[in-house]
């Protein structure tokens, strides 16, 4: 590849798709919000061997799964897509330094149809996921449960997650909220203070910004510390996915979910994993050191944060007390 070369994204997978009439897939959900564990527990459990999981490959290169496992050249679209990577300089995701390469994991959501800025599964692009699980479990070769993660998704949407994917397991995770808040304001002042390369290729919506110098300037502006906007707008995001779990997980079967915290996870990630795999009915894993997946990061909450956060307890104390958080008076 030379240095101006770009990824085809014609979709060569057209003359294949009846190769999946028949397929069949088992997906597991992890429901969580952004930067509350998802991408740690995601790529814990993925190291299990006990699911097919979605990555940066089947992501960039959705349009042709197929056809490169029909043809053989998967192993070569791999190594073009980590050229590309690399003469890019895209050697993590920047944002929380997830070091990136072909078989990096990665949301579903970037796949999803006029999903926007809110990849959330509905209607009109649910055949979007049940054609990447579907080339996922051809292609794997084997009957393993897909993994899935998605964090807009859980935000006000896993009851119709459930609903499309009835026989479907959930994986809830939970962190403390202003540690949620805090890291939700730090990704999207990384995101819109430069360009991001990585997240540009996965994300058209992230690349479109970029070229829209006006509706760029407004971003900034709001998620700037002018008026705390964009501290509001991520306070009251978690407010509501809050709320929403609180309203509705008691809807889903018991048996189809299993919650863990990201305190727990980062503490004793052995038992934790233990635990998911008890409730998933999977008796035989991997044995590795999922200790080493993690690499949590004492960041400081913001001063506006701390000050505000009191008070804003208070409009969670329901969901703070379910999962032992501290609240504050």
């Known amino acids: 590849m030379t240095a101006t070369a770009t990824l085809d994204r014609s979709d060569l997978d057209a003359q294949y798709r009846d190769l999946l009439t028949a397929v069949t897939f088992r997906p597991v ?28 490959y089947d992501i960039a290169r959705f ?21 590309y990577l690399r003469q890019r300089g ?3 995701r920047v944002f929380d330094r997830v070091s990136v390469d072909a078989d990096t994991p990665e949301e579903y959501g970037f796949i999803l149809r006029n999903g ?12 979007d996921l049940v054609a990447l699980c579907k080339k ?26 459930k609903q499309v994917f009835p026989d ?7 962190r403390y909220p202003p540690e949620v808040i805090n890291s939700q304001m730090t990704t999207m002042h990384s995101l819109l203070g430069a360009r991001n390369e990585y997240v540009a290729l996965v994300a058209d919506w992230y690349d479109a910004l970029f070229h829209q110098p006006v509706r760029l300037a407004l971003t900034r502006f709001m998620f700037s510390s002018h008026f705390d906007l964009g501290l509001r707008w991520a306070i009251r995001h978690v407010q509501r996915a809050t709320d929403y779990y609180m309203e509705n997980h008691a809807s889903l079967p018991a048996a189809d979910c299993v919650t863990v915290r990201y305190e727990d996870l980062c503490t004793d990630p052995g038992t934790t994993v233990a635990s998911i795999m008890q409730a998933l009915s999977i ?30 307890s208070r409009t969670m104390a329901a969901y703070l007390n379910k999962f032992n958080y501290e609240t504050q008076k």
């Open 29 to 56: 959900f992890v429901m969580g919000d952004h930067r509350s564990g998802t991408t740690i527990l995601y790529k814990i459990l993925g190291a299990t061997g006990c699911f097919n999981i979605v990555t940066v």
């Open 63 to 83: 349009n042709r799964l197929l056809y490169d496992h029909v043809n053989h050249s998967t192993t070569e679209s791999k190594e073009e897509l980590n050229n």
């Open 90 to 92: 895209m050697q993590d």
């Open 116 to 127: 926007g800025s809110r990849p959330q599964l509905r209607e009109d692009n649910v055949a």
């Open 136 to 161: 996922l479990q051809l292609t794997s070769g084997n009957t393993l449960p897909i993994l899935l993660k998605n964090p807009w998704d859980y935000f006000r949407n896993f009851l119709y997650v």
């Open 168 to 174: 479907s397991k959930f994986i809830f995770i939970h």
């Open 283 to 312: 008796d035989t894993y991997a044995d590795i050191d999922y200790a080493s997946y993690i690499k949590a990061r004492d960041v400081p909450l913001a001063d506006e944060l701390q000050r505000r956060w009191p008070k804003v």
